[in-house]
């Protein structure tokens, strides 16, 4: 039988169920019920407010969520089983299991007064324990990958915004996870930017990644998307092949939201 602290997951990387969230009276999560597998690449859309980056912010542990749960790779977030009950998990294990989740923000979160290499190399040292060579050629390793070789001793205020992201994403990419989280990455960004870091996300979704996007680009969530949601007012309203939901969606709501943004 599957304990509380267990879900028989069947490839699952991200398991919700009736997931909810409030803040003071207000109900910004309504009953989230989702599966996310593992190297899928789930895009959830919605207007402002529906609660897209509550839920990501659950998922990573900077939001509880009041009622529900919610697995990563199997492992209820937040709450560990001793004996038949569940406890609220120690610091020390929410730092552990937040090491297989990568996040990367709507604004580039850079240290100021280091470097692109400098942003990115505290991971691999201080999460993964690598020697400083080891983590000097890891985080070297990931900026190439972003695409900014030429850019690396560089501080946040000499690279664009785009780069600065790409930067975002390289570090949160260090720690290794499991599941990278992205909420509106590119919609701080001048729109000569976004393309060089959807660029970057699609490599990443191409690599095997397990991800869920918040985002207004529909044509990502078209071309990279195995799966899109559709959420309004903390319930998901409509989910299903990115193809199938953009071009024929069958709630009004989805057909109102849709014939907004496209
Ligand atoms: N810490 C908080 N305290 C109180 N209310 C909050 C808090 N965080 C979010 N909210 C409220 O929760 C609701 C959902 O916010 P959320 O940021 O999840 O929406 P969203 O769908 O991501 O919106 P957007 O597309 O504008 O980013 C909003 O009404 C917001 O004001």
Redesign the pocket.
């Known amino acids: 039988m599957t304990s509380p602290s267990t879900v028989a997951d069947g490839g699952a990387m991200v398991v919700a169920q009736k997931v909810s969230k409030r ?2 009276s ?1 109900e ?1 999560l309504r009953g989230i019920d989702l599966e996310v597998n593992k190297g899928e690449v789930m895009c959830i859309i ?10 990501l912010r659950c998922i990573n542990h900077l939001e509880r969520i009041n009622a529900g749960r919610l697995w990563v790779d199997g492992v209820l977030i937040g709450y560990e089983q001793r004996g038949d009950r569940l406890h609220e998990m120690k610091p020390k294990h929410i730092a552990r299991q937040r090491r297989d989740i990568g996040m990367v923000f709507q604004r580039f979160n850079l240290f100021p007064h280091k470097t692109a290499i400098d942003n990115v190399i505290e991971a691999p040292t201080v999460v993964n324990g690598l020697s400083k060579k080891k983590a000097l050629a890891r985080a070297e390793e990931l900026l190439v990958r972003v695409g900014l070789e030429d850019r690396m001793r560089m501080y946040p205020s000499q690279l664009s915004g785009g780069q600065q992201q790409r930067v975002a994403i390289a570090r949160a990419l260090a720690m290794d996870p499991k599941l990278m989280l992205f909420d ?1 990455p590119t919609s701080a960004l001048d729109p000569e930017l976004v393309g060089d870091v959807l660029d970057v996300m699609k490599e990443l979704a191409q690599s095997g990644m397990t991800m869920i996007v ?1 985002t207004h680009e529909m044509g990502f969530a078209r071309e990279v998307g195995d799966s899109l949601v559709f ?1 309004d007012a903390g319930y998901i309203v409509e989910s299903g092949a990115p193809k199938d939901v953009l071009a024929n969606p069958q709630h009004e709501r989805t057909q109102a939201f849709l014939s907004k943004v496209l």
């Open positions: 803040f003071g207000v910004v919605g207007p402002s407010g529906s609660g897209k980056s509550t839920f509106e918040v959420m």
